[in-house]
């Protein structure tokens, strides 16, 4: 397996402007997270779903950030309009659903908003 | 809601020597597990760690081992014989029952001197 995918890597935007990240999880993985990480803030947490259902939404920071799961193998990241304190490193990682199990991380989205 | 702490945002370390990197957590679970993620300059998260909270025996892998303390809610990290790719920044996450989400602190970054 080619782990786990996201695209793109960098993205450069101006301020207003719709943003898409998108994720592809593991194959027979059920569980699915989305993260930030700032130097300020660490390794946060916006949303998990489990079986394609979000179940934690609480880190989500505000209305200009969706995120949706169609799918097992999809995942996408909409921050709409986009503000340039989102810039962030956004992670998407998938794991089965026991506790025990890892989860691996994909290489991340660098966002800059200007 | 579950919290991650670590209290040390920056540590370092001559090379061959010993570290402990500081983690405590706060929740009303019973059934959860810790984890020790390691992340390079390549921003990849390697995992490094996992220990169960129902396990009294603490958790080794090669020079890493964990110190847990249940009753404290501590769960900090012990690198023997560090090594230059040792150096990153290393996050405590816990992963519980309830809703199986995985919440990071904000994250450690270890120096190894030469």
């Known amino acids: 397996d080619a782990g786990v995918i996201q695209s793109p890597r960098h993205e450069v935007t101006e301020m207003g402007q719709e943003v898409t990240l998108r994720c592809k999880p593991i194959?027979?993985?059920?569980?699915l997270f989305w993260y930030r990480q700032t130097m300020m803030r660490g390794l946060e947490l916006l949303i998990y779903?489990?079986?394609?259902?979000?179940?934690?939404d609480s880190g989500m920071p505000e209305d200009r950030f969706s995120a949706k799961m169609p799918n097992a193998s999809f995942s996408t990241l909409k921050i709409q309009p986009s503000e340039p304190r989102d810039s962030a490193v956004y992670f998407c990682?998938?794991?089965?659903?026991?506790?025990?199990?890892?989860?691996?991380f994909g290489q991340g989205t660098r966002l800059t908003v200007v | 809601a579950q919290t991650v702490t670590q209290s040390q945002p920056e540590m370092s370390v001559q090379e061959a020597e010993t570290v402990t990197l500081s983690c405590t957590y706060d929740?009303?679970?019973?059934?959860?597990?810790l984890f020790w993620y390691k992340q390079p300059p390549s921003r990849q998260m390697i995992l490094v760690i996992r220990?169960?909270?129902?396990?009294?025996q603490n958790a080794t892998e090669n020079r890493f081992s964990v110190n847990f303390q249940k009753a404290a809610k501590s769960f900090s990290l012990k690198i023997s014989d560090s090594q230059l790719g040792d150096a990153a920044m290393y996050f405590c996450?816990?992963?519980?029952?309830?809703?199986?989400?995985?919440?990071f602190g904000k994250g450690t970054k270890l120096s190894v001197k030469p």
């Open positions: 779903f489990n079986n394609n259902v979000p179940i934690d």
């Open positions: 194959s027979g993985h059920n569980s």
């Open positions: 220990q169960e909270a129902y396990k009294q």
């Open positions: 929740t009303s679970e019973s059934d959860y597990y």
């Open positions: 996450a816990y992963r519980g029952g309830s809703q199986g989400n995985l919440i």
């Open positions: 990682a998938s794991s089965l659903g026991r506790l025990n199990t890892e989860a691996f």
